[in-house]
């Protein structure tokens, strides 16, 4: 009987898909649908590609931030860090002649290393991270001026290139594919065979198998339509990974589940035996380790260091999150929601530049679909909770 | 004697549910009514009802304060009609004078510029009313003491002109002699004609106050009864809806050997390393004992657990031995490896992450327990989680269930799983039944049993003497930071308790 009781609420709760999730995928297939309505050129495979590739460097943001958010802290420095780190790139790549692979490991730790200093002067300096974060800001902004003498660094390598501008052969796409398919049919059967273990009940196979067989399908039709333009973009594969990895650490791991824990309430969090200064210390250098890879990827695509590079970034980043459904308050978000918004984002942006309107336009749309998405938000669980 | 307020026949419904089934509901003018329950019962829905949270309209029944008939539409409107409510949580904004606090909304003012003498004034006036003459009306509210504040909280109902004063758990927060302060006031204002619905789950206090008292059960009105005709036992069973045998289900134990020790324990204020909040504290805590400590606020019951659990700051001397060894304790993480788990007195704000699910909060601190390299395995989390929800007998639809919207004793339970789940040597409960209704803190206690059974110590830190009285096997009381008195539960009674804790000769 114990068991009994236990899995079928397991199992209705694993079909039911946030409301919220729904309305975001809802939302995106609307703005497609309308810009592919008004012209031609939205709705193709090219356009795609571009729309992926544009998308990245927010959306690896938003993955840090959505730690950051979570826990209830705020990272204002991003944006600088994504200019100051692919600044140097830039300067060991094409000053001082450094190989590609060693400029990328020196960049990556950099932005570790900075993310350790930010987050030790929050975590326990006390400093609030607003402040802390917005003097980054201003310090990384700053020194990318020092060290650039305010030039622009270019050109970089192909192999540099790559990591902003490259693709994925057709045929080693549908590799990856392939392994992807593979593993994620291993990760149903997996989870199938551990709830088995533990006298759940589980769905019958055949519903397993058309999971499975909807997600292949979608990764096929990515894949492909990816590859009937170049192939998958590289800054793409980097986003899908990370947001995979990341994913996993929020959802899977002690120390996901930490973090979600501390931004519902800290206190609670020390008395359950949480080190929560050293966990906030991580954070920070993780989402600023994310930010180098950003700003290795941003610099890769336009071929070039600048000092404006990356400005604003950070409210960009913390805008998809938010359509995403993370609370500024804490507690509360997930990674895929934030690849959400910075999808919807990223589609205004791309549909609008291909109608041509103007770029004032463009701030202003999007800045009140944050404040309507926002909006739809608090409305639709006040309404929950008095039904 | 004049009738102050009359709800008729007054149904709310949510969906789904009936929170009022066409409840009658009758004050007096000049009296204090007790209006009591079991959480979830209604008593907060009615009373909502009656200070215009829930507008007219959304309600059937009717409302007649003093004969006239009433329909609020807000707050506002009920104010205006004399109704004032005195939330259990403080609603002052700490950072705020008492001044400020009192006319806050309705400040006096020409062209919105603050008369301020006038408001100096008046709060100066309503202070000494509620006994507070003592405090200057510029004083930041935040720096008063908790009973303090809620004085202050019912100097401001009373400057709206109150004529029925709501206290939804007044004294929760407030130790035994700040109640008998809060008290005393409502008497007095008892006299003027103000009369004062009385929420609570301290059955001792309604009875000291009450003259009459109305129990709800199930959104239903089940009886009301003057406060001389029933005693503790009937209104329990009335609120319970059956006979409670025995309110304290002690069950003797032989206590085995010594699972926790202190020797000459001290621990110094953070910010005054001169000043010892706990003093030369020796004890020892034997297998499958519960021991009781009693003591008033601020004796430093909490703090010696609280410390125990490497959660206060402080320099410590002394010794803390474990099943005879010596163990330091600096951080949670290390009383939880030693087997040690602390349940906080104020579960909402130290013991739960509100908007988590029951199963997020139970394995929070566990989580090593159910992971692997591969991370976290959700089915071992869940059949876990899963036991403790089931040997707790928690009420609720299910594990996802979001811990917030539990009531009391249930949010409690959910804390006592997690705990458990961490399978403690010591069981460390700072107020286990705060805020938990009659039929709750029974299980509570059965729970306790059943841990003690098991081999658990328990040290229970409570403000309810019968409650320590009746679960304890040794009571212990502190004051002052120091342990004053020690018995066997038989020897132990309530003076003699009061008598230790308030520092008095003991014998």
Redesign the interface.
């Known amino acids: 009987m114990t068991t009994k009781t236990g899995s079928t609420k397991f199992n209705k709760d694993l079909f039911r898909l946030d409301v919220r999730a729904y309305s975001m995928i809802i939302a995106i297939i609307a703005i497609w649908a309308f810009f592919a309505i008004m012209d031609d050129s939205f709705l193709t495979a090219r356009n795609f590609s571009n729309l992926f590739v544009q998308m990245s460097v927010t959306s690896i943001l938003a993955i840090g931030m959505v730690l950051v958010l979570v826990a209830g802290q705020v990272d204002l420095s991003v944006g600088s860090l994504v200019g100051l780190t692919g600044g140097i790139a830039g300067i060991l790549h094409v000053w001082y002649g450094w190989d590609t692979v060693p400029v990328v490991i020196v960049t990556i730790l950099l932005g570790a290393l900075i993310g350790l200093i930010q987050g030790w002067w929050v975590a326990y300096r006390a400093v609030p991270a607003f402040i802390v974060t917005l003097g980054g800001m201003m310090i990384f902004r700053g020194a990318l001026q020092g060290v650039t003498k305010s030039e622009t660094i270019a050109p970089l390598k192909e192999s540099f290139k790559a990591l902003g501008q490259g693709f994925i052969l057709p045929f080693m796409g549908y590799i990856v594919a392939g392994v992807a398919i593979v593993l994620a049919g291993i990760f149903l059967l997996r989870q199938r065979q551990s709830r088995m273990k533990f006298g759940f009940s589980v769905s019958p196979a055949w519903v397993t198998g058309v999971i499975w067989l909807g997600i292949s399908a979608l990764i096929l039709i990515v894949v492909s339509v990816m590859n009937a333009y170049q192939g998958i973009p590289i800054p793409f594969m980097v986003v899908i990974f990370l947001a995979i990895l990341f994913t996993f650490i929020a959802k899977k791991t002690v120390f996901g589940r930490q973090v979600y824990a501390i931004g519902g309430n800290s206190e609670a969090a020390v008395l359950s035996g949480i080190n929560v200064k050293r966990k906030i210390m991580l954070i920070f250098v993780l989402c600023n380790t994310l930010a180098a890879v950003a700003g290795l990827i941003l610099t890769a695509r336009v071929n070039a260091a600048t000092v404006g590079a990356g400005t604003m970034y950070e409210l960009d980043a913390i805008a998809a999150c938010v359509i995403g459904g993370t609370s500024l308050m804490g507690g509360v978000g997930t990674i895929p929601g934030a690849m959400i918004g910075a999808l919807v984002m990223a589609s205004l942006d791309n549909g609008m530049s291909i109608l041509n309107i103007d770029s004032f336009w463009q701030l202003i749309v999007k800045g009140s679909i944050l404040v309507f998405a926002v909006w739809f938000d608090i409305y639709s669980r006040s309404k929950a909770k008095h039904s | 004697m004049t009738v102050a307020l009359e709800m008729k026949q007054i149904t709310k419904e949510?969906?789904g549910v009936k929170a009022l089934d066409r409840v009658t509901f009758q004050v007096e003018k000049g009296e204090i009514h007790a209006l009591c329950g079991e959480n979830g019962a209604g008593k907060s829905t009615l009373m909502k009802v009656l200070s215009g949270v829930y507008p007219y309209g959304s309600y059937e029944g009717s409302i007649e304060i003093e004969g006239m008939e009433q329909t609020f539409r807000s707050i506002k409107d009920a104010e205006k009609a004399g109704v004032a409510i005195i939330y259990q949580e403080l609603a002052l904004v700490k950072e705020m004078s008492v001044t400020e606090n009192l006319f806050l909304g309705k400040e006096h003012a020409k062209f919105g510029v603050i008369d301020a003498l006038r408001q100096h004034q008046e709060t100066a006036y309503w202070l000494e009313q509620v006994g507070l003459s003592n405090i200057h009306p510029e004083t930041v509210t935040g720096t008063l003491g908790i009973g303090q504040q809620q004085l202050v909280e019912i100097a401001k109902a009373l400057s709206k002109d109150a004529k029925i004063l709501i206290l939804d758990e007044p004294t929760a927060a407030l130790t035994e002699k700040e109640v008998e302060i809060l008290l005393d006031i409502l008497r007095k204002f008892r006299e003027r004609g103000v009369s004062c619905i009385y929420i609570s789950h301290k059955l001792n206090e309604v009875f000291s106050i009450s003259d009459s008292v109305t129990i709800l059960r199930d959104g239903k009105t089940i009886a009301t009864k003057s406060i001389d005709e029933v005693s503790e036992d009937q209104v329990i069973s009335l609120m319970v809806g059956r006979e409670l045998k025995d309110r304290f289900p002690r069950e003797e134990s032989t206590p085995g050997d010594v699972v926790l020790e202190l020797a000459n324990y001290s621990v110094t204020d953070r910010k005054n390393p001169n000043k010892k909040i706990i003093r030369d504290v020796s004890f020892q805590l034997r297998k499958g004992e519960i021991v009781g400590i009693a003591g008033l606020m601020g004796s430093g019951r909490t703090e010696l657990a609280m410390s125990l659990?490497g959660?206060l700051e402080g320099r410590v001397t002394g010794s803390i031995k474990i099943e005879g060894k010596p163990v330091t304790i600096k951080?949670?993480?290390h009383?939880?490896a030693h087997g040690i788990a602390?349940v906080?007195e104020d579960r909402k704000?130290?013991?739960?992450?509100?908007?988590?699910s029951i199963q997020?909060n139970i394995?929070?601190?566990s989580?090593?327990q159910v992971?692997s390299w591969?991370?976290?395995?959700?089915?071992?989390e869940?059949?876990q989680a899963?036991?403790y929800f089931?040997k707790l007998g928690v009420k609720a639809?299910?594990?996802?269930t979001v811990v917030g919207t539990l009531s009391g004793g249930n949010q409690q339970k959910v804390v006592l799983g997690?705990w458990l789940m961490t399978k403690p040597k010591v069981l460390i409960l700072d107020e286990p039944t705060r805020g938990v209704d009659v039929g709750a803190k029974y299980e509570i206690y059965q729970i306790m049993n059943e841990l003690v059974r098991e081999g658990v110590s328990i040290l229970m830190i409570s403000s309810e003497l019968p409650e320590v009285l009746g679960m304890s096997h040794r009571i212990v009381v502190m004051a002052e930071g120091t342990i004053t008195a020690e018995w066997k539960a038989e020897d132990a009674t309530q003076e003699r308790i009061m008598t230790a804790a308030t520092g008095g000769n003991q014998t």
């Open positions: 949510f969906p659990f959660a951080q949670p993480e009383a939880i602390l906080t704000r130290t013991g739960l992450v509100l908007e988590r997020d394995t929070l601190p989580l090593k992971s591969s991370g976290i395995d959700s089915s071992k869940v059949s899963m036991s089931q639809t299910s594990l996802e997690k």
